[in-house]
């Protein structure tokens, strides 16, 4: 027997997820055009700290200043009923105010990574999300490209991949003098984790992301990986991790102090994969990626092959779109559906963090190995 | 004013590097074919246990049985007056005996990789060579490859690439249950450093290269990378590595358990290169690796660019008779020429020794950091 056909999509799935854009940083503009590129969300308002900021930011990105609300304070917005979803591209060290402001408020939470400088802070801001019955996603938009996805199955798959053996990530941007001097990423009490929350965390992520997020036992940095500024915030780190009772190993180092490097290179008991714009795609269209299966030496071991191959994975829509759609789509489920927030991004965003705490608690014990906890709560 | 033209060569520099081949391992036959490759060399004698077994070898690898003499020992063959040159790719365990006498009986010494189990041991070979007078050369390939110098230039270039600043090494390549039994290189006798020795070799010297030879100060192998047999054997392990009074951080991972990979990356503050068929191209007529320099994200960083660039070298030789053709070279300077022996092989044999002990003296600490000596005989 076939299955009956679906009923029709309710008039209120066309309804767009409203969003309220809480705060004007650089990366809301990136936020803001991706927005715009969903047919199911719409931006209603921007908070700022000043109104006319609010108002600068939705002239300077070609916003309808009819139609968007500008708000001269971030509870202005908050407030705001005809608001459903707050993006809060905030300093971290503002999160667990007002992430936990807005969930409170009933409004769904995109939050900009790192989500929090603190597994405590993060926990504070899914409490109240749990709370309130909203939905709570992190910023890490390369979760949501269908490279991430292609590059999941070639890893799944057991014959041409096998077991992951050795992970490494290598993630890095050179900054300016001006920002070393002024960007929020250098101050202790906007960005207290510096490099590893800003970048480190994606490092992080990927590893977690290619065990299928099993939480490390322990976590170490890497002897002289660690560089700071005067106010102790980190430019530039490394860690290694490991599982106990498994072969796995993974590292990586991340730094604002070196140039441009998005690497992820996963290696299995059968095959490797590679991808080296693993943040931030080289281009918007089409994302690559490299893979290896079951290779083997030639007569003689003068060479080997098969020779890497390079996948393309083209996609319609950038990942920041595609991250700001799924998070809708989830949004209108429990908005119109009655259905419950999805689980699996604040648990993944949570343990993200907890390793990240780990990597900050074993920097600040001068590299000391860090036991993770292995609780429900994690 | 211009130079003079260069006078003739000599007739004696026509007169060919004879070489013995101390022992029938697999790599031999690489090597023997890489020997016939090279005008200035020729094979003129293998030594094995046994005489059939070196008979086996001249057979079996076409070389010529009437001008080739198979001697039934290692002595034998260090007592062949028409050897010049040995080449010993024995297990390592037997490396300073064996190394050592063929210095003592003038013999110029090619050897196998790793050089031997300890720096100590090598410290003794090399005092050998250096009392005899002989070159020595460990055989480290790629070192001899034109991409190798070809990077190394990429490297040097301050304004495209700047400082290095992070180097990751992942080495691996899966071996059968039969070499997990049976290979050398999982015997503590033989080739007691396992995978750090045949393998991890590759990553030290990778990243020694990548910072123009300058000893790190500190070593710690990284805790949950390192597998042993039962014999104690290290079959995958990892390392990170710190200059001090330097930005640099390097790791490695290298493994017996993990799919084929020979990555090197190295970033820089301007630029990043990248290799992942380091050790063995993946042909031998062309090699090639990736290079980005000063790269720049797009408006709203929605992309990046330019591009990694794909650098292909050519080469006429593979790297192993590139390897013989110098080796045989600075053999003829010695005993044609009067020279002296190039100090720069075993200096740098020395340095990679070093650092292989430090990181198995941090594996059998439970990864503690090691400080190396940066003393003179360093």
Redesign the interface.
């Known amino acids: 027997m076939e299955d009956p056909p679906p009923p029709p999509e309710p008039e209120h799935h066309h309804r767009p997820v409203r969003f309220g854009i809480l705060g004007c940083a650089a990366?809301a503009?990136?936020l803001a055009?991706a927005i715009r590129l969903v047919p199911g969300a719409t931006i209603a308002a921007v908070g700022s700290r000043s109104e006319s900021k609010a108002r600068r930011f939705i002239s300077e990105n070609g916003l309808d200043g009819a139609a968007v609300r500008a708000h001269g304070s971030y509870e202005a917005l908050l407030d705001d009923p005809g608001v459903d979803a707050v993006y809060a591209p905030l300093p971290t060290g503002l999160h667990a105010r007002w992430a936990a402001a807005a969930a409170a408020r009933g409004k769904h939470v995109l939050l900009e990574k790192p989500a929090a400088p603190c597994a405590a802070d993060l926990d504070a801001i899914l409490a109240a999300c749990d709370a309130a019955g909203v939905q709570f996603m992190d910023g890490t938009m390369l979760m949501h490209h269908p490279r991430t996805h292609e590059m999941r199955n070639i890893i799944a798959d057991k014959k041409a991949f096998?077991d992951v053996?050795?992970i490494?990530s290598?993630l890095?941007?050179?900054v300016s003098d001006d920002f070393l001097q002024n960007d929020i990423r250098v101050k202790p009490e906007l960005d207290g984790l510096g490099a590893l929350g800003d970048i480190g965390w994606y490092c992080v992520r990927a590893i977690l992301w290619a065990v299928g997020y099993e939480l490390p036992t322990?976590v170490?940095a890497?002897?002289?990986?660690v560089?700071k500024n005067d106010a102790g915030v980190v430019l530039?780190c490394?860690a290694?991790?490991?599982?106990?009772g498994s072969?796995?190993?993974a590292?990586f180092?991340c730094?604002f102090?070196?140039?441009?490097?998005m690497?992820l290179?996963v290696?299995?008991?059968?095959?490797?994969l590679?991808v080296?714009?693993l943040v931030?795609?080289?281009?918007?269209r089409s994302a690559g990626f490299?893979v290896?299966a079951?290779?083997?030496?030639a007569e003689?071991?003068?060479?080997?092959?098969p020779?890497?191959a390079e996948v393309a994975v083209a996609t319609d829509l950038?990942q920041?779109a595609l991250m700001v759609q799924e998070f809708a789509r989830l949004v209108r489920s429990v908005r119109d559906d009655g259905g419950r927030p999805e689980g699996k991004w604040p648990a993944i965003a949570r343990k993200t963090q907890a390793v990240l705490d780990a990597v900050k608690a074993s920097i600040d014990k001068g590299?000391e190995?860090i036991e993770i906890m292995q609780g429900l709560n994690n």
Chains 1, 2 share one sequence.
């Open positions: 990366i503009r990136k055009r096998g053996r050795m490494n290598v890095s941007f050179r322990t170490a890497l002897p002289g990986s560089t530039a490394g290694s991790m490991r599982w106990a072969k796995v190993v590292t180092t730094s102090l070196a140039s441009l490097a690497d290179t290696v299995g008991t059968n095959g490797t590679r080296t714009d931030i795609p080289l281009e918007e490299s290896v079951t290779p083997a030496m003689l071991a003068v060479g080997w092959g020779p890497p950038p920041e590299c190995p």
